[in-house]
């Protein structure tokens, strides 16, 4: 179409705003929010290339966490205790963003506690576990990790693998699909226009506006606006592949309902790698990207017979060892990670800013970024 074909009317209230986002997950969303919010005369425009949200935002297993005991550890081994304390403070701070915004109820969200399952492999992070309170105090004002003595017994976890359970009663869980619906709702009431359908193949920044080319139905259509921010998270290198941002497949299954199950609150294992919750009397169970690395840095949604044999595998020995079940569902989502699992925010050009790097904590996250990326567009 090249816009050859579009009336007077359209090309004036249709294809030029203020402000356009790209993707319409979490990040995007929570991105023309806060624009709204600083700039409530602006016209917004959402773009995003599926008819739901395309990467994880709808994916995601719906865990509102900020990291647990041996996943901090470990980003105080790569990245060190400042900035390890700064991405926690930030995910902290995007789930009250999140809830402050849109209210609990709407979001489902539920505050059942977080756990972590310690094998005799990892016991030794009790250790540290004073340090890291001691280290977290001053954001929370009490401790947020201790050993659960009766958690093996209450939750019916295997005695036999699981040498402990580390609380931590601050985490939660939320309804993905009422989250990205509420999110939409809310945006939609501030005059916020959302265009789902609508694949970005091409940005360019004139200098006075930014040029974007979006293919629709086999057709071209070029919008225009002073500012751009490009929230798509995995898929970014789509149309910016110098940044460095790499796609994690995120592999998922849900049981059907489990009569009497004493799963309840968000769990995690091996370094965060490993996740389990309870979505009503379901087992909702995700992870084993850890098994292949190099497989599963792809943006190609799919399953791998390897990671969930090995789901189904942990699901029977540790998780409902006495406990029959059946999978009712599998899927996958992609997550978007930055090479220094912290979250970035930049502009690419004068008037275009990005984005990404969630690092597996969309929920926590997305709110947060979006914050940031919108005082950037709005500078």
């Not at 506690?113 to 990892?122: N, S, V, W």
């Not at 309170?133 to 009766?150: K, Y």
Request: aromatic share 8%.
């Amino acid at each position: 179409m090249n816009n050859s074909n579009l009336s007077f009317w359209e090309r004036d209230s249709y294809l030029n705003r203020d402000f356009i986002v790209i993707g319409g997950g979490i990040i995007g969303l929570s991105t023309a929010i806060s624009i709204r919010e600083r700039a409530p005369n602006a016209s917004i425009l959402v773009l995003e290339r599926g008819l739901f949200p395309s990467g994880a935002s709808t994916k995601n297993a719906g865990f509102a966490c900020f990291g647990s005991l041996t996943e901090i550890l470990s980003d105080y081994e790569r990245i060190g205790e400042a900035a390890t304390l700064e991405v926690i403070e930030r995910r902290w701070h995007g789930l009250h963003i999140l809830r402050n915004r849109l209210g609990d109820q709407a979001i489902g969200f539920e505050q059942y506690g977080g756990y972590e399952l310690l094998f005799d492999e990892q016991a030794s992070a009790i250790e540290h576990i004073d340090h890291v309170n001691s280290l977290l105090h001053p954001l929370f004002q009490r401790d947020v990790f201790s050993v659960n003595p009766t958690a093996i017994e209450q939750f019916g976890l295997n005695a036999d693998l699981v040498n402990s359970v580390v609380e931590n009663p601050f985490e939660g869980q939320i309804h993905t699909g009422k989250m990205m619906q509420a999110l939409t709702r809310y945006a939609s009431e501030r005059g916020i226009e959302i265009r789902t359908g609508a694949k970005v193949v091409h940005l360019s920044d004139t200098g006075s506006r930014v040029e974007v080319t979006c293919r629709h139905e086999g057709e071209s259509v070029n919008f225009s606006a002073t500012h751009v921010a490009v929230c798509t998270n995995a898929l970014i290198p789509d149309l910016l592949p110098e940044l460095s941002i790499k796609p994690g497949r995120g592999q998922v299954l849900i049981t059907a309902p489990i009569e009497n199950l004493r799963i309840k609150g968000a769990f995690h294992f091996d370094e965060g790698f490993y996740y389990f919750r309870n979505v009503g009397d379901r087992v909702l169970f995700g992870g084993g990207r850890n098994l292949d690395f190099e497989g599963e840095e792809t943006s190609e949604f799919g399953l791998t017979p390897n990671i969930q044999d090995t789901l189904e595998q942990l699901l029977t020995s540790v998780i409902l060892p006495d406990t029959p079940f059946n999978i009712e569902q599998r899927w996958a989502g992609i997550m978007g990670f930055s090479t220094t699992k912290m979250p970035v925010v930049t502009r690419v050009s004068e008037r275009i800013t990005v984005g990404f790097g969630c690092n597996g904590m969309g929920v926590a996250l997305g709110s947060e970024i979006g914050s940031t990326a919108a005082a950037m567009c709005c500078a």
